[in-house]
């Protein structure tokens, strides 16, 4: 671990050194072509097809991990992440089509990342999306903005999970916040859903309020999170050690597969989303609201509250989100059919899930044409619980993740990230999750090459 | 019929339709910051007894989704021009192509659009 973690500043210290030099030669330009593609669709249909796409692909290895009977993360793991391709079309002068098509493949044992799947293909989102006030042409300057979308949707829940491609943030890891709340994905974990996306239907009014700056509101209705089971994070995990336990992981099991449309019961939840972005600066707050049954029988509840900012300067950064989570529950229900300890695998009842990160990033250094080569230094704390009420939650936990990216090519980027997580509480640890290799302190290593069009 | 299938069909239908002949609805496409509010009033102001003007506040891309951009790029282009209002356009879409664009830094350049749009 140490090894990698030296090589691997090494690489990044190395690439500052020989920057400037490599910027005076004639630049490949690997994305290029596709960047073309684009563009000869978009003017072959006078605008009206516009594509674009982006692929990241990482080595990832954990140190302090438990191992589970099909997972072991704290072996390399080596993964396509996501190969995207956007489609955006134009069906009439108001009405839009959109989608976007995501692949992953796992170049890692099966025995490590756990993915059932080696290759797995899915329509992330796919909706349309009429401007009404273009329809009814209203004076938007007096009325506003005001838009309808229906399908498949991307849920407006914070900021992460609308901003989720690698190109669009600093880090290719997630904030607990998106990974274990407002659920996005989980990269190490079975890959059988991408965002957080869900059937329903959206309308989103944006007001600019004077000279001052812009306010907008997302109300959706979705089909909502859910469980079939009696809790709402009931999925379990065989440590290799014998007993099953119960990860509480979080919201991450709990989003609906990208081509279900059914629900499991008859209440529908309510999304909210209200932000401002002043014109006079690059940043932009919000809050956000959820609530909606997750049972089979409608009857008990999941309330989301939180909130976001977003402060992006050309050359730094910084970002934050909080949100904490009701979720009504029956308590002393074992949801694990198979032998594990009893007492921490049943239902607390009623309890609280809490996550919050602040990140903020600079880039200290320019070079090549119109500076538009860098590098960037990163650094990350965040914070999660998933239960409250748990004796001993391994998602209960703190981490601060330091990182690096290189822009060293047009619309190409590496990054190295390194992390050091500290679980709660954990005296309480069952011993099988401490033979399995569970430790307090768990380290992460990752380096990773993004690319985009 | 799977949902791939149907979601395949439903692409081959729209690309179909996007295929189809441009009709412009809008003249003008005014395209700004919301620093640039001001300007963008002034233009409207001028062009909108003469011509079809519509706005766009890149400002919204900040509340976007991902993909927002495209979107934007997919609205914007179908009108006969483009007018930029300063730089912060041309950064915030930038790779975007249309047509017919032109880039405007005052309201003085009204002159400027018309003789473009003609």
């Known amino acids: 671990m140490k090894k990698f973690r030296r090589k691997s500043l090494a690489l990044f210290v190395l690439a500052g050194v020989m920057a400037p030099y490599s910027a005076q030669a004639a630049e490949p330009d690997p994305m290029g072509g596709f960047t073309k593609l684009a563009k000869s669709i978009s003017k072959s249909t006078n605008g009206k097809v516009n594509v674009s796409g982006y692929m990241n692909g990482h080595y990832m290895v954990h140190d302090g991990a438990p191992k589970f009977v099909d997972k072991n993360i704290n072996k390399p793991l080596y993964q396509l992440r996501e190969a995207s391709i956007f489609a955006d079309v134009s069906l009439s002068d108001n009405l839009l089509f959109s989608t976007e098509m995501e692949t992953s493949v796992d170049f890692s044992a099966k025995s490590t990342s756990g993915r059932d799947d080696r290759v797995k293909v899915a329509f992330n989102y796919y909706y349309f999306d009429f401007d009404l006030a273009s329809a009814a042409d209203w004076d938007t300057d007096a009325y506003g903005n005001l838009s309808i979308r229906a399908g498949r949707l991307l849920v407006p829940f914070l900021s992460y999970n609308e901003n989720k491609p690698s190109f669009k943030q600093v880090l290719m890891s997630q904030p607990f916040t998106a990974q274990m709340l407002s659920p996005v994905n989980n990269v190490a974990a079975s890959f059988n859903r991408f965002g957080w996306t869900d059937v329903g239907a959206s309308v989103n009014w944006s007001y600019i309020v004077g000279d001052s700056g812009l306010f907008d509101v997302k109300l959706s209705i979705i089909n909502g999170l859910f469980s079939e089971g009696p809790a709402l994070d009931g999925n379990s995990a065989q440590l290799i050690t014998g007993p099953t336990v119960r990860p509480r992981d979080g919201l991450f099991a709990n989003k609906s597969d990208w081509d279900q449309f059914s629900d499991?019961?008859?209440?529908?939840?309510?999304?909210?989303?209200?932000?401002?972005?002043?014109?006079?600066?690059?940043?932009?707050?919000?809050?956000?609201?959820?609530?909606?049954?997750?049972?089979?029988?409608?009857?008990?509840?999941?309330?989301?509250?939180?909130?976001?900012?977003?402060?992006?300067?050309?050359?730094?950064?910084?970002?934050?989100?909080?949100?904490?989570?009701?979720?009504?529950?029956?308590?002393?229900?074992?949801?694990?059919?198979?032998?594990?300890?009893?007492?921490?695998?049943?239902?607390?009842?009623?309890?609280?899930?809490?996550?919050?990160?602040?990140?903020?990033?600079?880039?200290?250094?320019?070079?090549?044409?119109?500076?538009?080569?860098?590098?960037?230094?990163?650094?990350r704390y965040d914070d999660v619980d998933t239960n409250n009420q748990a004796m001993f939650n391994p998602f209960d936990r703190s981490r601060v993740t330091l990182g690096l990216e290189w822009g060293f090519l047009n619309n190409i980027r590496a990054r190295y990230e390194w992390q050091s997580h500290s679980i709660d509480n954990f005296a309480n640890a069952p011993a099988p999750f401490i033979a399995a290799g569970g430790d307090q302190k768990i380290k992460m290593n990752m380096l990773s090459l993004i690319s985009y069009f | 019929m799977n949902i791939t299938r149907k979601i395949i069909v439903g692409l081959a239908l729209s690309a179909l339709l996007a295929l189809s002949p441009a009709a412009y609805a809008v003249d003008i496409y005014l395209v700004y910051a919301g620093s640039d509010k001001p300007i963008q009033k002034e233009l409207k102001a001028a062009l909108s007894s003469n011509f079809q003007v519509k706005s766009y506040n890149v400002d919204m891309l900040a509340m976007a989704d991902y993909s927002g951009k495209q979107k934007a790029i997919s609205k914007i282009a179908k009108a006969k021009l483009v007018v930029l209002v300063n730089n912060k356009p041309e950064e915030a879409l930038e790779g975007a192509e249309f047509s017919n664009v032109i880039s405007v830094d005052s309201a003085d350049d009204v002159g400027a659009i018309t003789e473009k749009l003609n």
């Open chain 1, 264 to 379: 499991n019961n008859s209440n529908k939840a309510i999304v909210a989303k209200v932000s401002y972005a002043p014109f006079s600066m690059p940043l932009d707050v919000g809050v956000s609201y959820y609530t909606g049954a997750w049972d089979n029988s409608g009857s008990q509840n999941l309330s989301m509250y939180g909130f976001h900012m977003n402060y992006l300067e050309k050359n730094w950064t910084l970002k934050g989100e909080y949100v904490k989570a009701n979720v009504e529950q029956v308590a002393g229900i074992n949801p694990v059919t198979a032998p594990g300890p009893a007492a921490l695998n049943q239902t607390t009842g009623n309890y609280n899930m809490m996550s919050w990160y602040v990140e903020g990033s600079v880039i200290p250094f320019r070079y090549g044409d119109e500076d538009a080569r860098f590098l960037r230094m990163i650094a």
